[in-house]
């Protein structure tokens, strides 16, 4: 049997954990695993396919791997997730150097797939029913550094936006229960190790409306932060505006442990895109949230994420969504060009916008969001702020790399701190000496 297995994990945080939990069933099935491609007999790469761009990165990483078992260089290629699922059949014939397809249920079933794995190559198992969801006794492999982690709290997502197809790659919105959640991250934390659980899901906001008839992340945030030994940071990713309560404002305010930071996409701002999208919120409702945030939650952080160039947005749709970022001044921002998804009720809108004119949208969005980010990081010259160092130097007399309680991993900037004795997971008191454009630069004191 072939014995050593790397993986490659593309895609979101969300996807991670799914590497990380089919990495941890290999190795509890026997097999030696590692992050990556050098040195393995059997690549595993977990795909996504959520938008035209991680699809052509999912597929040239499937060719660059083909290339290396055509070369010898390792015998066996694997591809799951998000790919598979969508495309199912179609790619066996596309990917003939591919010996195994794996849908995004079919994870707990990896290991005995790889052991039968035989010359013919072309195996299947992609399921058309999605219900399978990871728990606390599901075994993970970590690929991050010991003092951060994502915690998946649900799966699949029922809000059907009109340019999204998650629900066909994922199936529909399920929770973990609060137990099973509240015990992986006392898991993950023994030691004291974990310093960080950032809480990903399709929808964190809705979580637990299917279990216990209701939302109930006010309680889990709860439960989360009064762990004994447990995180000193729980942040909250990938929450929908529609969905925010009274309870879970007070709760993020009222913990020390909560991220004063929220992800909180809105999209658009246009009542008109807003309600092509089926966003199920309208301009009015959110600025009423955002100033009900800023109101509640001082010193509140706000991530948000845009899409440009969506069927229908005229110019005097985007001049609004402009007005409207500058006027509000969200700390993080991310901006996305629409991509046209087969099935989906936008591929079928009319209105498309020319890749140019969508493009010179999206550059001129974020020359605003660059302008901005300049400014609300000059607040912070010469303040002392709290940082957790992520990054040792790459080399002698270099910085390390941390982030405040206003970063979230691998998504947003950070610190580049100067010091001495400074090690990485620990945190420190920080002053600033220096803002960049999207990073600031300290001192340890």
């Not at 939990?21 to 590692?34: D, M, T, W, Y």
């Not at 992340?217 to 009064?226: H, I, Y």
């Not at 929908?240 to 992800?263: F, Q």
């Not at 001082?298 to 005229?314: D, K, N, Q």
Request: glycine share 8%.
């Amino acid at each position: 049997m072939l014995k050593k297995v790397g993986l490659v994990s593309l895609g979101c945080a969300r996807n991670l954990v799914d590497s990380e939990v089919i990495l941890g069933s290999l190795k509890r099935e026997g097999f030696a695993v590692s992050n990556g491609t050098k040195s393995v007999d059997i690549c595993v790469i977990n795909t996504c396919a959520f938008i035209g761009p991680a699809r052509e990165e999912s597929v040239d990483t499937i060719l660059e791997a083909g290339r290396l078992k055509k070369e010898g260089r390792i015998k066996k290629l694997v591809v799951c997730g998000c790919l598979p699922q969508a495309y199912k059949k179609d790619l066996v014939t596309q990917l003939p150097e591919v010996d195994l397809f794996v849908g995004t249920s079919d994870f707990p079933k990896i290991g005995g797939l790889l052991k039968k794995l035989s010359g013919a190559g072309g195996a299947y198992a992609v399921s058309e029913t999605l219900d399978y969801l990871y728990d606390e006794k599901s075994p993970r492999f970590r690929l991050l550094p010991k003092h951060y982690a994502y915690v998946k709290i649900s799966e699949g997502c029922s809000n059907f936006c009109s340019y999204c197809i998650i629900s066909r790659l994922r199936g529909s919105f399920r929770s973990r229960t609060i137990r099973s959640v509240v015990e992986e991250t006392r898991s993950l934390s023994r030691g004291g190790r974990l310093k960080e659980a950032n809480l990903v899901g399709q929808d964190t906001t809705l979580f637990g409306l299917d279990i216990y008839g209701k939302m109930v992340l006010p309680e889990l945030l709860g439960r989360l932060c009064s762990l004994d030994n447990g995180p000193q940071w729980v942040r909250i990713l990938y929450t929908h505006p529609a969905h925010y309560t009274d309870a879970l404002i007070d709760v993020i305010r009222e913990n020390d442990k909560v991220c004063k930071y929220l992800d909180l996409p809105i999209q658009h701002i246009s009542d008109n895109i807003l309600k092509r999208m089926n966003r199920r919120t309208t301009k009015d409702d959110l600025v009423r949230l955002i100033d009900r945030l800023k109101d509640n939650i001082p010193g509140i952080a706000l991530r948000t994420s845009i899409i440009v160039g969506f069927p229908g947005e005229t110019e005097k749709d985007f001049k609004e969504l402009l007005k409207f970022l500058k006027d509000t001044e969200f700390d993080r921002l991310g901006a996305f060009l629409y991509s046209e998804e087969e099935g989906t009720p936008a591929s079928r809108m009319k209105g498309r916008i020319p890749e140019e004119a969508a493009r010179e949208r999206f550059d001129e969005l974020m020359r605003l969001q660059k302008s901005i980010s300049e400014r609300r990081n000059r607040r912070f010259l010469g303040k002392r702020v709290r940082v957790l160092i992520d990054e040792k130097p790459e080399s002698p007399g270099g910085s390390f790399f941390g982030r405040t309680e206003a970063d979230a991993p691998e998504t947003d900037g950070g610190v580049f701190v100067s010091g001495k004795r400074i090690m990485v997971g620990q945190f420190y008191d920080v002053k600033i000496t220096d803002t960049l454009e999207y990073d600031l630069v300290g001192e340890v004191l």
